[in-house]
T-cell receptor, first 114, second 112 residues
Framework: AQSVTQLDSQVPVFEEAPVELRCNYS??????LFWYVQYPNQGLQLLLK??????LVESINGFEAEFNKSQTSFHLRKPSVHISDTAEYFC????????????FGRGTSLIVHP | DGGITQSPKYLFRKEGQNVTLSCEQN?????MYWYRQDPGQGLRLIYY???????QKGDIAEGYSVSREKKESFPLTVTSAQKNPTAFYLC???????????FGAGTRLSVL
C-alpha cells in the first residue's frame, strides 16, 4: 500500500515570495503523482501531474513540481506567489498497475499575506 | 461543458433522517467515487464504483449507502446510522488509462 505525507499543515508566506509545499510518498512500485488545489467551499482541481517522462512538470499558473524517485518526493514550488494562490493543496499518488484509486495527503494550507 | 455536478450545494439533516446527495457526470467516465472531507483530515474514501451496477466500500462506508444504476449517476445516501454526518462531501470520476480523478464542487452537509 502507498502512503502520502504532506509535512506542513500550514504555510504562511508574503506575496511575491517563493514557496515550496512538500510531499513525500512511500511505495515499492512505480507511481503516478498529482497535485490538486482546493479553493474555499469548492471541489479539488487538478493542478499538475507526473505520469512519465520529464521529472519536472509545470502548471499554467506558474507552479511546478519535480518527481524525485530517490527521495520519493514530489514537492510543489512557485517562485513568486499571489494573493489568489491562497488555497488548500493536496498531493496524491496512484500505484501504477494497481486499483488506480489515489491516496491523498492531508493537505497543506497556503496562506499568502499582502 | 463536460464535468461533474453535485447537488445540492448545502444540505441540512434532521436527526433520524436519511438524506441523499446527488452526483452526475457527463465525462463518460467508468469510475466514480465519494469522499468525505473534514478539517485537517484530508479526503477519506466512502464508496467507489468502477462499473455500472457494482460498487465497493471504501475506508469509512459505515452509515452510508450508494447505488450505480446508470453510468452518469452515483448518488450517496447518508443514513440515520451515520452519527456524525457533518462534513464536506466530494464526488469524483475517473477514466482513461491513468484513471485521473476529476471532482465536483462538493456538498456541505450539516445537522439541524
Amino acid at each position: 500500500a502507498q502512503s502520502v505525507t504532506q509535512l506542513d499543515s500550514q504555510v504562511p508566506v508574503f506575496e511575491e515570495a517563493p514557496v515550496e509545499l512538500r510531499c513525500n510518498y512511500s511505495s515499492s512500485v512505480s507511481v503516478y503523482l498529482f497535485w490538486y488545489v482546493q479553493y474555499p467551499n469548492q471541489g479539488l482541481q487538478l493542478l499538475l501531474k507526473y505520469l512519465s517522462g520529464s521529472t519536472l512538470v509545470e502548471s499554467i499558473n506558474g507552479f511546478e513540481a519535480e518527481f524525485n524517485k530517490s527521495q520519493t518526493s514530489f514537492h510543489l514550488r512557485k517562485p513568486s506567489v499571489h494573493i489568489s494562490d491562497t488555497a488548500e493543496y493536496f498531493c496524491a499518488v496512484i500505484r501504477s498497475g494497481g486499483s488506480y484509486i489515489p491516496t491523498f495527503g492531508r493537505g497543506t494550507s497556503l496562506i499568502v499575506h499582502p | 461543458d463536460g464535468g461533474i455536478t453535485q447537488s445540492p450545494k448545502y444540505l441540512f439533516r434532521k436527526e433520524g433522517q436519511n438524506v441523499t446527495l446527488s452526483c452526475e457526470q457527463n465525462l463518460n467516465h467508468d469510475a466514480m467515487y465519494w469522499y468525505r472531507q473534514d478539517p485537517g483530515q484530508g479526503l477519506r474514501l466512502i464508496y467507489y464504483s468502477q462499473i455500472v451496477n457494482d460498487f465497493q466500500k471504501g475506508d469509512i462506508a459505515e452509515g452510508y449507502s450508494v447505488s450505480r444504476e446508470k453510468k452518469e449517476s452515483f448518488p450517496l445516501t447518508v443514513t440515520s446510522a451515520q452519527k456524525n454526518p457533518t462534513a464536506f462531501y466530494l464526488c469524483a470520476s475517473s477514466g482513461g488509462a491513468k484513471n485521473i480523478q476529476y471532482f465536483g464542487a462538493g456538498t456541505r452537509l450539516s445537522v439541524l
